[in-house]
């Protein structure tokens, strides 16, 4: 079963910086889009950032939430099987539970599916 593993998460107080991490535990066939979502306290999981990195048009476009454009990057790469967000200038309305998503199917002739990390903590506060 493909498995999405992160890291990086943690405490980090107002105007800091962290970088997340996300690998898959092992290669898919193909990958077509990668995303970072996030879910606070009390709050439905929200997008956050997306990458496209297959298909035949667009490869490399980003995607971000209003909230976190200009402050967040993301970078994908389907060789690595590996997404990152680096998060710059961090807010404590930053902190929630970070999710790693991939859109992608685990062979030729599978479904297109989303798969899910577990999740990773960021706390912003003094």
């Known amino acids: 079963q493909v498995q999405l593993v992160e890291s990086g998460g943690g405490l980090v107080q107002p105007g800091g910086s962290l970088t997340l991490s996300c690998i898959l535990s092992q290669r898919i066939f193909n990958i077509y889009i990668m995303a970072w979502y996030r879910q606070a306290p009390g709050k439905q999981r929200e997008f956050v950032a997306s990458?496209?990195?297959?298909?035949?048009?667009?490869?490399?476009?980003?995607k971000y939430s209003k909230d976190v454009k200009g402050r967040f990057t993301i970078s994908g790469d389907n060789v690595k099987n590996a997404v990152d967000l680096q998060m710059n200038s961090l807010r404590p309305e930053d902190t929630a539970v970070y999710y790693c998503n991939v859109d992608g199917k685990l062979n030729w002739d599978s479904r297109r599916e989303d798969y899910w990390g577990q999740g990773t903590q960021v706390t912003v506060s003094a």
């Open positions: 990458i496209k990195t297959g298909g035949f048009s667009n490869r490399g476009e980003t």
